[in-house]
């Protein structure tokens, strides 16, 4: 069992305060969803976890199985367990994903230890047949010129490959059509019911409808302000975020 304990977080962006006293546990195996009107501060919450070096953590903690992972790099956050689907993956022209995806799982390893081909390849070919992905896509170069589908269908075999404890998916302002939408649907549902746990943020209950969560939270101004089940993601999309901003009105 594995614990991400996020504690009464806040994040500045310069001299800005986005993200408020942030608070939230997941436990392995859970789905969590975080939802929220634009400009609440949940890409910054993502990013801040990753280590992005623009967001500036001024309180709180966030801890990986009880330790605290704020004075890690990106890369050592990522060795520790911790995945995040990017909202805009980057192009990597002339590198294949299947030697992109070598790469990141080498890196992983602990140093001298060198990476089995044979192995690799069984692995690699395992996941592309969970996630029903086509052998010819690892030949092609790393999302260039992908289509939104495509560039999805990448950051989940990633994700599969490298195995995290818990992976943070900002799906919020990225416009995925529908396709997009049941290909992250797809990826997450076939891995989940192991250990993993996903932190999913999303502006639409759209993408709820793929994925069932486990828990939903509302984020208003950089703090959770409700949480509940499933139920409360549809009760947002029937009575809208001015629900939420009356009701926190009237406390
Ligand atoms: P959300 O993902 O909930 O829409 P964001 O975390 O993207 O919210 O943004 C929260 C607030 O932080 C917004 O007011 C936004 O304008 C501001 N913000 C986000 N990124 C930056 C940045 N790189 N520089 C300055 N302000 C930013
Ligand atoms: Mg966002």
Excluded at 47 to 61: E, F, L, M, N, Q
Excluded at 143 to 150: A, I, L, Q, R, V
Excluded at 157 to 178: C, R, V
């Amino acid at each position: 069992m594995s614990q991400l304990e996020i504690k009464d977080l806040h994040v500045s962006i310069g001299e800005k305060a986005i993200v408020k006293g942030f608070s939230l546990t997941i436990n392995s195996g859970e789905v969590h969803a975080i939802m929220g009107p634009n400009g609440t501060g949940k890409s910054t919450l993502s990013k801040a976890i990753a280590g992005h070096p623009d967001y500036t953590i001024t309180g709180g903690d966030v801890l990986l199985d009880g330790r605290s992972i704020l004075a890690m790099q990106p890369d050592e956050r990522a060795r520790a367990g911790l995945f995040l689907a990017f909202q805009y993956p980057s192009e990597i022209p002339g590198v294949t994903i299947a030697n992109f995806l070598r790469a990141a799982v080498q890196a992983r390893m602990a140093e001298g230890e060198e990476l089995d081909a044979t192995g690799y390849y069984k692995r690699l070919y395992s996941k592309m047949d969970l996630l029903k992905i086509d052998r010819k896509f690892t030949s092609r170069a790393v999302n260039d010129g992908f289509s939104g589908g495509e560039k999805k269908r990448c950051e989940i075999l990633q994700m599969a490959m490298l195995e995290p404890k818990f992976a943070l998916m900002d799906e919020t302002d990225s416009g995925l059509d529908i396709d997009a939408l049941r290909i992250v649907a797809e990826g997450v549902n076939a891995m989940r019911g192991g250990t993993l746990g996903i932190l999913m943020i999303t502006h639409y209950q759209r993408l709820l409808d793929y994925i069932v969560p486990d828990h939903v939270h509302v984020m208003w101004d950089g703090r959770i302000v409700k949480s509940g089940d499933k139920s409360l993601a549809l009760e947002l999309e029937a009575k809208g975020y001015d629900w939420v901003k009356q009701e926190l009105a009237k406390a």
